[in-house]
T-cell receptor, first 112, second 115 residues
Framework: SQQGEEDPQALSIQEGENATMNCSYKTSINNLQWYRQNSGRGLVHLILIRSNEREKHSGRLRVTLDTSKKSSSLLITASRAADTASYFCATDARGSQGNLIFGKGTKLSVKP | DAGITQSPRHKVTETGTPVTLRCHQTENHRYMYWYRQDPGHGLRLIHYSYGVKDTDKGEVSDGYSVSRSKTEDFLLTLESATSSQTSVYFC??????????????FGPGTRLLVL
């Protein structure tokens, strides 16, 4: 069963614009992670935010977490064509033995 | 790719034949995972391992078995492949943290087509 659900399913923007993707989940979590997948490749970890954190930054990435709403957002600022990829949120639910449950992903297309 | 390889990278097989996929890591990580990725379903966990000879089922384990006789190798076997097992299979690894495994590192994937 899917724990995380990303929204939107697909997003198309111009280079230089910001891209925002959202993730909603169902149960209490230890942490929430975001991964990127380029076409035909494996997933690459981007950022992890713990349940007691509200915001985290890494380069052009900004992640927020609202545990009361069971939701997270990933903001990519000043997007580049190289950011074109699918983005997945994954939750480490409490009691899950550390196993991650992945959402279905947001497909981001950044046009030059 | 964090020292993870998968073999084969592509495989075409026929219904009813056994298939074994191999995941090899050079990171000495304790945890290893097998996922399948299908359109409309995202990644789903098949089996995972938390140490040599220690494995457990994931969300979609029916029709699959695994073995881990060495830290570096995690094998996924389809005893009798079916067309519904056509998918892209990813191996992932994770090291131990105080609270358990966290960040996962993924291999390049194996594309399996069952005819």
């Amino acid at each position: 069963s899917q724990q995380g659900e990303e929204d939107p399913q697909a997003l198309s923007i111009q280079e230089g614009e910001n891209a925002t993707m959202n993730c909603s989940y169902k149960t209490s979590i230890n942490n929430l992670q975001w991964y990127r997948q380029n076409s035909g490749r494996g997933l690459v970890h981007l950022i992890l935010i713990r349940s007691n954190e509200r915001e985290k930054h890494s380069g052009r990435l900004r992640v927020t977490l609202d545990t009361s709403k069971k939701s997270s957002s990933l903001l990519i600022t000043a997007s580049r064509a190289a950011d074109t990829a699918s983005y997945f949120c994954a939750t480490d639910a409490r009691g899950s033995q550390g196993n991650l449950i992945f959402g279905k992903g947001t497909k981001l297309s950044v046009k030059p | 790719d964090a020292g993870i390889t998968q073999s084969p990278r592509h495989k075409v097989t026929e219904t009813g034949t056994p298939v074994t996929l191999r995941c090899h890591q050079t990171e000495n990580h304790r945890y290893m995972y097998w996922y399948r990725q299908d359109p409309g379903h995202g990644l789903r966990l098949i089996h995972y391992s938390y140490g040599v000879k220690d494995t457990d089922k994931g969300e979609v384990s029916d029709g699959y078995s695994v073995s881990r006789s060495k830290t570096e190798d995690f094998l996924l076997t389809l005893e009798s492949a079916t067309s519904s097992q056509t998918s892209v299979y990813f191996c992932a690894i994770s090291g131990s943290r105080a609270g358990g495994p966290e960040t996962q590192y993924f291999g390049p994937g194996t594309r399996l087509l069952v005819l």
